[in-house]
């Protein structure tokens, strides 16, 4: 029989600011289904540390002393890790959300970001979900489609393919416009254009629009 951690998230933290891992911690230790299995305060320390260590979710301060969170990220990329990490940071940077997705992190949080929406986060993380809730992100993945350069799943596997006016929909979708601008596009009403998002985001299997841009990027759907 599993022992009750068995069955909980590992979550580890590395941020520079003690009291910033002191509450973190209290809030990740009083749910039932999460722990926190281990803090640092320097991206080395949670690099050696992540390595070494079975860890479901690392919640990885963007700025620390040795390295980076997105630096430890990009190197956990590289290693195959199955750790999943979301970035915490101060500021809502649109290059700081392309840097993180280029790294390989799941998840892109602002460190004042409500308590729901954290442990929401860290939940997602751990299924495997990608969730980059800031005012930026659309911006981000828009310049991330331009660049072209984080094609990294060719052959990404639908639930059912994509019409090809769903298709011309999620190309504007990575192009960062919205419901409005690609409706005005098409020269169609933002009801249809809805119903669009709506389909293509059952069909890719994700929870929202910024999650199908992120798979179609990565997974070559998009030019």
Same mark, same amino acid.
């Given at each position: 029989?599993?022992?009750?951690?068995?069955?909980?998230?590992?979550?580890?933290?590395?941020?520079?600011?003690?009291?910033?891992?002191?509450?973190?911690?209290?809030?990740?230790?009083?749910?039932?289904?999460?722990?926190?299995?281990?803090?640092?305060?320097?991206?080395?320390?949670?690099?050696?540390?992540?390595?070494?260590?079975?860890?479901?979710?690392?919640?990885?301060?963007?700025?620390?002393?040795?390295?980076?969170?997105?630096?430890?990220?990009?190197?956990?990329?590289?290693?195959?890790?199955?750790?999943?990490? %979301?970035?915490?940071? $101060?500021?809502?940077?649109? @290059?700081?959300? /392309?840097?993180?997705?280029? &790294? +390989?992190? !799941?998840?892109?949080?602002?460190?004042?970001?409500?308590?729901?929406?954290?442990?929401?986060?860290?939940?997602?993380?751990?299924?495997?979900? %990608?969730?980059?809730? $800031?005012?930026?992100?659309? @911006?981000?993945? /828009?310049?991330?489609?331009? &660049? +072209?350069? !984080?094609?990294?799943?060719?052959?990404?596997?639908?639930?059912?393919?994509?019409?090809?006016?769903?298709?011309?929909?999620?190309?504007?979708?990575?192009?960062?416009?919205?419901?409005?601008?690609?409706?005005?596009?098409?020269?169609?009403?933002?009801?249809?254009?809805?119903?669009?998002?709506?389909?293509?985001?059952?069909?890719?299997?994700?929870?929202?629009?910024?999650?199908?841009?992120?798979?179609?990027?990565?997974?070559?759907?998009?030019?």
């Amino acid at each position: 029989m599993n022992s009750p951690t068995e069955t909980k998230i590992r979550v580890f933290i590395a941020d520079d600011q003690d009291m910033i891992v002191q509450g973190l911690r209290y809030i990740i230790d009083a749910q039932t289904d999460m722990m926190v299995a281990a803090t640092t305060n320097t991206g080395q320390a949670a690099l050696n540390a992540l390595q070494t260590s079975e860890i479901d979710v690392a919640l990885l301060d963007i700025r620390m002393p040795e390295r980076t969170g997105i630096e430890v990220s990009a190197a956990l990329k590289a290693d195959g890790s199955l750790c999943r990490v %979301v970035l915490l940071t $101060t500021f809502d940077h649109a @290059d700081y959300v /392309a840097e993180g997705i280029r &790294a +390989g992190a !799941v998840g892109f949080l602002l460190k004042d970001a409500p308590t729901e929406q954290l442990l929401e986060g860290i939940r997602r993380a751990a299924k495997g979900e %990608v969730f980059f809730w $800031t005012a930026n992100a659309q @911006d981000a993945l /828009a310049n991330l489609h331009t &660049a +072209g350069n !984080v094609n990294e799943s060719p052959g990404l596997t639908l639930i059912e393919p994509l019409t090809e006016r769903e298709q011309d929909v999620l190309q504007c979708m990575a192009y960062g416009w919205r419901n409005q601008e690609i409706a005005e596009h098409m020269h169609v009403s933002i009801g249809t254009i809805k119903t669009h998002v709506h389909r293509i985001i059952q069909k890719m299997d994700v929870e929202d629009r910024t999650q199908a841009v992120i798979r179609a990027i990565r997974g070559g759907l998009v030019d």
